[in-house]
């Protein structure tokens, strides 16, 4: 079964430009989440959905980020304008909840490879 | 203060020690507790998660104290290729918009 899957794995962008990232979760997964990573900030969960709606996106830095995810194998994260403070790895990552009662969830995140962005 | 703390590191220690992590977390409403993987320039992966009892996973035990509010993460009889970054994670149960990564601790073993 393949993984998740994201594309492009690297983007090389010039500040002002539009960048559109995109995720293929594992089938069947719903529950789908975007993350960023750098070396001062770490990982940080932008926006998640479940089954396809848009969760919680209080982790978007500003208005010029947005995520839609039209069906359940297809999301985007869109930069517009994109500047240079935005360069990071980006992850996509899904996961089918389960419960397992007393000891919680044990829902496994399972990561794509990553998009590697620099915005000059 | 941070919602999930970990030691950065380096730990750099010789192959065939035992090393340990401990990670700690400011919210008691956490239920789910989890050590992640991260190899350089790579996806975190799943190492294992951490129960209220405690497991064991081959070289790898996960401790969870929940009085203390850390969990921790043992590797005996170190392999070089265990070198990676080590991610703690703790969400509240059933809130995915509670999920917290740790910062990693970066974990470099020598021959």
């Known amino acids: 079964d393949a993984g998740v899957i994201q594309s492009p794995r690297h983007e090389v962008t010039e500040m002002g430009q539009e960048v559109t990232l995109r995720c293929k979760p594992i089938?069947?997964?719903?529950?789908l989440f975007w993350y960023r990573q750098t070396m001062m900030r770490g990982l940080e969960l932008l926006i998640y959905?479940?089954?396809?709606?848009?969760?919680?996106d209080s982790g978007m830095p500003e208005d010029r980020f947005s995520a839609k995810m039209p069906n359940a194998s297809f999301s985007t994260l869109k930069i517009q304008p994109s500047e240079p403070r935005d360069s990071a790895v980006y992850f996509c990552a899904s996961r089918r909840y389960r419960s397992s009662g007393g000891r919680g969830s044990t829902d496994t995140q399972y990561f794509g490879p990553g998009t590697r962005l620099t915005v000059l | 203060r941070k919602e999930v703390e970990q030691d950065p590191g380096p730990f750099n220690v010789p192959e065939g020690a035992t090393v340990a992590f401990n990670c700690t977390y400011s919210?008691?409403?956490?239920?789910?507790f989890f050590w992640y993987r991260q190899d350089c320039r790579k996806e975190p992966k799943l190492l294992m998660s951490v129960y209220s009892s405690g497991n064991e996973d081959g070289r790898f035990t996960a401790q969870l104290n929940r009085a203390s509010q850390y969990i921790s993460l043992l590797i005996r009889d170190s392999k070089l290729s265990d070198s990676a970054t080590y991610l703690c994670?703790?969400?509240?149960?059933?809130?995915?918009?509670?999920?917290?990564f740790g910062s990693g601790t970066r974990l470099s073993i020598r021959p």
């Open positions: 089938s069947g997964h719903d529950y």
């Open positions: 994670v703790v969400n509240a149960y059933g809130s995915a918009s509670k999920i917290i």
């Open positions: 959905f479940n089954n396809n709606v848009p969760i919680d």
């Open positions: 919210n008691s409403a956490s239920q789910s």
